[in-house]
């Protein structure tokens, strides 16, 4: 399943997609990320079909992601930490 989380305004979309299928739940995106966007659920929110753990966009940080990202993003843009360390895939910006 694909998890977005973001929002959208007059700029433009700002969502972080997880590949639920793919995530293994390894943590490895939270310490990576300086603006602490993610965290490992025990239970996916999303499905609560599936026992194993998951990350996740914490809730504070989904309306805000377009100004939290920003550092990791400069013009032009390098690779992302989080999709960086991401070694299943999962992770994908719209922006
Ligand atoms: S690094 Fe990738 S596989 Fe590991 S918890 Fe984060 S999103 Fe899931
Ligand atoms: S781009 Fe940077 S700030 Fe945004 S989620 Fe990835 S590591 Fe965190």
């Known amino acids: 399943m694909l998890a977005n989380y973001g929002y ?3 700029s433009g979309d ?3 997609t997880i590949d639920t299928d793919k995530c293994n739940g390894c943590g490895d995106c939270v310490p990576v990320c300086p603006a602490h966007i993610f965290d490992v659920m025990d239970e996916d929110p999303n499905d609560p079909m599936r026992d194993e ?3 996740v966009v914490v809730s ?3 309306k805000k992601l ?3 990202c920003n550092p990791c993003k ?3 843009k390098p690779p ?3 999709v960086e360390a991401c ?3 999962a992770i994908s910006h719209s922006w």
């Open 80 to 82: 992302l930490p989080c």
């Open 14 to 16: 700002f969502f972080i």
């Open 53 to 55: 753990p998951v990350a």
């Open 87 to 89: 070694k299943a895939g």
């Open 8 to 10: 959208q305004d007059a």
């Open 74 to 76: 400069p013009d032009p």
């Open 66 to 68: 377009k100004y939290d």
């Open 60 to 62: 504070e940080k989904r």
